[in-house]
């Protein structure tokens, strides 16, 4: 009778595997332990010093957590680590951003939670991926374009294109964005309807302030990431600040 053994070198590859797994799941549970930590600037710290590669499959997880402070960490982490990999290797990023568009994509066969937030959060950090990827996040709120059916879809990529206007403007004002983001301020979603009216304000849109003046006493309450913040607001404090700001 022969008895089977493994030869040295499969034993070798098998062993070399599960090494390569554990890393990987020492990676994820740090990854977690740092976006969960208390110091929110150390954590991030920590993050952005990994090697982009080895982070990136664990940030892309922590988009879909439950846990809304995980999540929006996440999404500032994912801007600096894909920010510093594209100063490195921009074809690397670029796979990053296609990988967020493709979770996007009804064909993935999956929810791209908090990809279209990264992608915002990237590009208002990254002038050369926000040139070449401002169109793909600005068509996911155009119902003729690649529009997400959605709502907290939809409201990711209002959200990321408000971050974007943050620190591109003229970038999204090429783009036409007001024009697009304009029916917004009129939407059924009173997150759609907060997200778009904070975004005009800070593209300086003028000739949207009669529009604007209509939430003045929009009543509703939200929730707004910005300035590495989770806040509670009601849409009549953001139309104040836009109007204010035209």
């Known amino acids: 009778m022969v008895i089977y053994q493994p030869s040295r070198k499969s034993g070798r590859l098998k062993g070399s595997k599960l090494q390569v797994q554990d890393r990987g799941k020492r990676i994820k549970f740090e990854i977690f332990q740092l976006l969960q930590s208390p110091d929110v600037a150390s954590g991030l710290d920590a993050i952005a010093r990994f090697p982009a590669r080895k982070v990136i499959n664990s940030l892309f997880l922590a988009l879909c957590s439950g846990d809304e402070q995980v999540k929006w960490r996440a999404v500032t982490a994912m801007g600096r680590v894909v920010g510093q ?3 490195e290797d921009m074809e690397a990023a670029r796979m990053v951003m296609r990988r967020f568009m493709w979770n996007l994509n009804d064909e993935s066969g999956g929810i791209g939670w908090g990809c279209a937030e990264a992608m915002g959060e990237i590009m208002a950090g990254q002038a050369g ?7 793909m996040l600005l068509s996911y709120i155009q119902p003729d374009g690649n529009y997400l059916e959605h709502p907290l879809l939809r409201r990711g990529a209002l959200w990321g294109l408000g971050r974007l206007a943050q620190t591109r403007p003229e970038l999204l004002h090429h783009w036409e964005a007001t024009r697009h983001m304009i029916p917004y301020l009129e939407d059924g979603d009173a997150p759609a309807r907060g997200l778009a009216v904070w975004s005009l304000g800070l593209l300086g849109a003028g000739p949207v302030r009669s529009r604007i003046e209509a939430l003045l006493s929009d009543d509703a309450e939200i929730q707004l990431y910005r ?20």
């Open 85 to 87: 990999l594209a100063d």
């Open 129 to 135: 991926l926000a040139s070449e990827y401002v169109h």
């Open 227 to 246: 300035d590495g913040r989770l806040i509670s607001c009601r849409i009549r404090e953001l139309a104040a600040e836009a109007w204010s700001s035209l």
